[in-house]
C-alpha cells in the first residue's frame, strides 16, 4: 500500500511536470528563519558586483541586491529587488538553493570593492564562532569570480566565543587592509577585531580581543534631562502640549556585562564603536588609532540595551536646512529590562551629553518614548534625506510653504527626512518624529491657510510618535457616558445625574480640571455648555490615548489574579491563602496593612482603600457535601450561591493574609474549603478601571521578603500631575486620576451618602465612557516578528525581516505601506 501511495505521488508530479513543462517543486519554502538583511549592486554587464551607489540612479544595467542570512539553514539568500524575487542560486538542483555560510548566521555587512579586491559579504556566524569573508558575487549566480583562477573568494577566522552581532570599521590607516571587522561575543564579555584585507581576505593573525567590563573606568551621563525648546511643529499656535519631565533612575544592572549589538559612528571623528550592553547599564565606546581600539568614556545608560541606533547631526527647528552643519544628536536604545525605548543625548557640546531625555507628558513613562508595545528592533530612516541635500533636486531643502504643490505633498503617511521606525514584539511598526524635512508646511504659514484644509491641527514633537492621520480637534467623549446601575441604564445628564433610577452619578470638577496643563474637559463639552464644571476629563497630550472605550465595574476582577492549587488555612481569626509563587504583586494585589505600611498622603491615589477582596470560585469538596456546617457552600455554580469573598489584609508573593469577609468568616470557609481551591482576587469597594486599548497600570511591586510595596520611590504621585499616577481602582467619593482620563464616581443616590455602597454588595454597577477623536499613531501591522530593519538609500524603502512568516517586507514611507512581501 506505502508503495502504492508513493508511484501515485510520482506519477501526479511527473504529470504536473509535463503540463507545464517544467520541475514542479512541492512543499519547498524560499526563506527560512531569515535573520539580517543588508545590500549590494550587480552590474548586468561586466558580470560583477560594483560599488552601492552605482545603483542610486535609473541606469537599467544596474541590478539593486538585498542579502537576507537565513538562520535555519545556515545560508544566505539574494533577492532581486527590481523584480522582488529570490534569487536561486543553482539551477541544477529542484527548489530555491541558496549558499552555505556557516551554522546560524547573525550578523552581515557588505562592502564594495576595493581596487585590489572584489566587493565582499562579511558574515558572522553564532554556531560556527566564526567571521567569514565572502566575495558577494557568490550569491548572484550570473556573477563572474574576481580571480583569474575563477574561484570565488572566501575566507574565515574561528572566534573564541559565539558572535551575536557584526559591524565594520573602515579605515585607511592599516596598510593593505580595508579597515576592521568587529564582533560582540557576550557570553565572554568581549569584543574581537579582525583585520579585512584589500584583496577581501581575514587576516586571521590580526584577532584581538577586547575585554568589557562590568563597571567601565570612565563613563559620562547617567541622569535625566526634562524637555526644553524641543525641535517642534505645532498648530494652532496656542495648543502647545505640556513638555516632559522625568526623574533620574537608579541604575539597574541585569548580569554581567555582556556586549550585545554594535554601531560604528562614522559622524564621529575619529569614528567611534558603539557597543550596546544587555547585562549592564552602559554604552561601552572605543576609538581606533590605526593599532588598537582604545576605550574612552562610556556612557551610563541607566539600563542595559538590547538595541542601539544613531542619527546624523539634526537641525534644532523645522525652519533649518539640512545642508546645514549642526551638533544636535539622539541615541535611541531599547531598554533590556521592559522593551521601551529611550533617548539619549549624543551632542558631544551638550552640558547633558549622555543623559536620557524625558520624552512623554501624558501616557507612558516619562523618560520613554511612548509606544504601545514592546519593541523588538530600532532603526534610523532617512527617507528623501539624499535628495533634500542636492541643489539639483527638485526636493531640495526644507518643504517652502509658499510653494503651494510641494505643500501638499507634506503629509502625515508622508515621512522625508529622519525618523526612528520601531518594530514590535506584536509584529507592528511604529515610527517617530526626529527632524521633518516637511514640517514647515504643515498646518501652512504661521499655522494659517495650510495646503490641506485638514491639516489645521498639527502635532509634530522630536522623540514623539509619528501621528498617522490628520487632525479633527481635541479628544472627546462619544454619545454620552452611562453608569449602568442594576437595571437602571445610567445615561449620566450634564449635571452628573443619572438619567434615571437610584444609580450612581459622575461628581463634578469644581475648580475644573485637576491637571488642566495635561487633562481638558471633556464632558459636557465645553463648548456646548460653558457654563457647567467638568464630569470626565481627558488627556490634552496629542501622542497619547486611543479611540477606545473605559470602563469602570463595581468590584471587578482583576486581570491576572485567577489562581489554583491555593491551600486556605486559618488561625485566630485570621487566613493564609498559599499559592506557590504566585505573583501577587506584579497583578497588583494590596491589602489593608499594605497600604497602612506605605504611609500615604491623603491624597494618594491608594490612600483610604481598605484591601482586595479573594472571591473562592471552587465548587465546595465532596468530603463536605455532607457537613451542615458547609451547606451554604453545596451550590456549586458561582451564579447559584453567595459570593465567597475574604478580605485581603496583606499581600505579598505567594500568599494572602485574610480577614473575614461580608457574609462569611475566614473561619467557616477554611473548615470546608480543606481541599486545594481556585479563585480570583477582586477590588474591594471600588471600581476597577481599564482602557480597551491602553490597559491599566499600578505602582505595586515585589519588595524584601516578598511582600508587596506601593513604590512610592520611583512612581511618587502628584495630584496636579495626571502623568505621575498609576492606579487602577475608583473610589466612591473619591477623584480618579489617569493620565488618559478623571472623573469621580458618586455614592449611589438612593444610599446614604456618607456611606454608599457597601463592601461586597452584589449589584452589576459599570461606567462607560466612549472616546473618540483620538489621532492613531503612524502604525504598519506586519502580523509577524522582526528580527531586522534596514533602511535603503538606493530605493529610500524600509526593508524589514519577518521571522515567523519566513518573508522580507518591502515598505514604501511615501505613504507608508508594505508594496511587496518577498519570500
Not at 572566501?154 to 573564541?160: E, F
Not at 582604545?294 to 541607566?302: G, L, M, N
Not at 518624529?433 to 502635532?459: I, T
Amino acid at each position: 500500500m506505502n508503495r502504492l501511495r508513493l508511484a501515485s505521488f510520482i506519477a501526479l508530479v511527473l504529470a504536473l511536470s509535463a503540463c507545464k513543462g517544467t520541475t514542479v517543486l512541492v512543499g519547498v519554502e524560499s526563506f527560512l528563519r531569515p535573520e539580517s538583511i543588508e545590500f549590494a549592486c550587480f552590474d548586468e554587464e561586466t558580470k560583477t558586483v560594483v560599488a552601492l551607489e552605482k545603483c542610486d540612479g535609473e541606469d537599467l544595467r544596474y541590478v539593486h541586491l538585498a542579502l537576507v542570512t537565513q538562520w535555519a539553514r545556515g545560508q544566505l539568500a539574494a533577492v532581486n529587488l527590481e523584480t522582488n524575487l529570490p534569487i536561486d542560486s543553482s539551477k541544477l538542483i529542484p527548489g530555491y538553493t541558496y549558499v552555505n555560510v556557516g551554522v546560524s548566521p547573525t550578523g552581515i555587512v557588505a562592502l564594495d570593492p576595493s581596487t585590489s579586491g572584489p566587493a565582499i559579504t562579511l558574515i558572522a556566524s553564532y554556531g560556527s564562532r566564526r567571521i567569514e569573508s565572502v566575495e558577494t558575487g557568490t550569491f548572484y549566480p550570473e556573477s563572474e569570480p574576481f580571480s583569474e583562477e575563477g574561484l570565488y573568494l572566501r575566507s574565515a577566522v574561528t572566534l573564541p566565543d559565539a558572535p551575536t552581532d557584526l559591524a565594520f570599521l573602515p579605515s585607511d590607516a592599516v596598510d593593505g587592509a580595508r579597515g576592521l571587522a568587529i564582533v560582540t561575543l557576550p557570553a565572554s564579555s568581549q569584543i574581537a577585531t579582525v583585520r579585512v584585507l584589500d584583496d577581501g581576505t581575514l587576516d586571521e593573525g590580526s584577532l584581538t580581543l577586547y575585554a568589557v567590563q562590568d563597571a567601565p573606568l570612565a563613563s559620562i551621563g547617567g541622569g535625566t534631562v526634562d524637555e526644553s525648546a524641543p525641535y517642534e511643529r505645532i498648530c494652532p499656535l496656542d495648543r502647545a502640549p505640556e513638555l516632559a519631565t522625568a526623574d533620574a533612575r537608579d541604575p539597574l544592572i541585569l548580569g554581567p556585562a555582556a556586549p550585545h549589538r554594535l554601531k560604528v559612528d562614522l559622524h564621529a571623528n575619529p569614528p567611534t564603536i558603539l557597543v550596546a550592553d544587555s547585562g549592564v547599564p552602559f554604552l561601552h565606546r572605543f576609538e581606533f588609532d590605526g593599532t588598537a581600539l582604545i576605550e574612552i568614556e562610556a556612557i551610563a545608560t541607566q539600563v542595559p540595551l538590547l538595541d542601539l541606533d544613531l542619527t546624523r547631526p539634526l537641525g534644532e527647528t523645522p525652519d533649518d536646512a539640512p545642508d546645514a552643519e549642526y551638533t544636535a544628536r539622539i541615541l535611541y536604545g531599547i531598554d533590556a529590562s521592559d522593551r521601551s525605548v529611550l533617548a539619549i543625548d549624543y551632542d558631544a557640546s551638550s552640558p547633558s551629553f549622555g543623559d536620557t531625555l524625558a520624552a512623554s507628558a501624558g501616557e507612558g513613562a516619562a523618560d520613554r518614548i511612548f509606544i504601545r508595545g514592546a519593541a523588538s528592533r530600532i532603526a534610523i530612516i532617512e527617507p528623501g534625506l539624499r535628495d533634500a541635500l542636492d541643489p539639483a533636486s527638485a526636493s531640495y531643502g526644507i518643504c517652502p510653504p509658499s510653494e503651494h504643490s510641494r505643500a501638499q505633498e507634506a503629509r502625515p503617511n508622508r515621512l522625508r527626512g529622519v525618523f526612528l521606525s520601531v518594530a514590535t514584539l506584536a509584529g507592528d511598526v511604529y515610527f517617530v518624529d526626529v527632524w521633518d524635512l516637511d514640517a514647515s508646511c504643515r498646518g501652512g504659514l504661521n499655522c494659517a491657510a495650510p495646503a490641506r484644509a485638514d491639516d489645521q491641527y498639527v502635532a509634530i514633537r522630536r522623540n514623539r510618535q509619528r501621528l498617522g492621520t490628520f487632525s479633527a480637534g481635541a479628544p472627546t467623549v462619544v454619545g454620552t457616558p452611562h453608569l449602568r446601575f442594576g437595571s437602571s441604564p445610567g445615561r449620566i445628564h450634564e449635571d452628573g445625574d443619572p438619567g434615571s433610577g437610584g444609580g450612581a452619578p459622575l461628581i463634578p470638577f469644581a475648580g475644573g480640571c485637576p491637571d488642566e496643563t495635561k487633562l481638558l474637559q471633556a464632558y459636557p463639552s465645553s463648548e456646548l455648555f460653558p457654563n457647567r464644571a467638568p464630569l470626565i476629563c481627558l488627556s490634552s497630550d496629542p501622542w497619547s490615548g486611543a479611540i477606545q472605550r473605559f470602563s469602570a465595574r463595581w468590584e471587578a476582577p482583576i486581570p491576572g489574579t485567577t489562581f489554583g492549587a491555593a491551600r486556605l488555612t486559618s488561625q485566630g481569626g485570621l487566613g493564609t491563602l498559599s499559592v506557590q509563587d504566585f505573583d501577587f504583586c506584579r497583578a497588583g494585589v494590596l491589602g489593608a496593612d499594605n497600604i497602612l505600611n506605605a504611609g500615604l498622603a491623603e491624597d494618594e491615589p491608594e490612600a483610604g482603600y481598605g484591601g482586595d477582596f479573594i472571591d473562592i470560585t471552587s465548587a465546595l469538596p465532596r468530603s463536605r457535601a455532607g457537613d451542615a456546617e458547609c451547606a451554604p457552600f453545596l451550590d456549586n455554580t458561582v451564579d447559584a450561591r453567595s459570593p465567597i469573598l475574604l478580605r485581603v489584609l496583606h499581600s505579598s508573593r505567594g500568599e494572602l493574609t485574610l480577614g473575614d469577609g461580608p457574609v462569611y468568616t475566614v473561619d467557616e470557609v477554611a473548615r470546608c474549603f480543606d481541599q486545594p481551591l481556585g479563585g480570583v482576587v477582586r477590588v474591594r469597594d471600588a471600581y476597577f478601571v481599564r482602557g480597551s486599548v491602553s490597559g491599566f497600570e499600578h505602582r505595586v511591586i515585589e519588595g524584601s521578603g516578598g511582600r508587596c510595596e506601593i513604590d512610592t520611590s520611583n512612581h511618587p504621585f502628584d495630584p496636579l500631575d495626571a502623568g505621575t499616577a498609576r492606579n487602577f481602582r475608583a473610589i466612591e467619593g473619591k477623584p480618579f486620576i489617569h493620565p488618559l482620563i478623571a472623573f469621580t464616581i458618586g455614592p449611589p443616590l438612593n444610599a446614604d451618602p456618607a456611606v454608599g455602597l457597601a463592601p461586597g454588595t452584589d449589584i452589576d454597577a459599570e461606567l462607560i465612557v466612549d472616546v473618540g477623536r483620538i489621532v492613531p499613531p503612524l502604525q504598519l501591522p506586519t502580523r509577524g516578528h522582526i528580527r531586522d530593519l534596514a533602511f535603503s538609500p538606493t530605493d529610500q524603502r524600509l526593508y524589514a525581516v519577518d521571522t515567523a512568516n519566513n518573508t522580507l517586507l518591502k515598505i514604501s514611507l511615501d505613504g507608508v505601506e508594505i508594496t511587496h512581501r518577498i519570500d
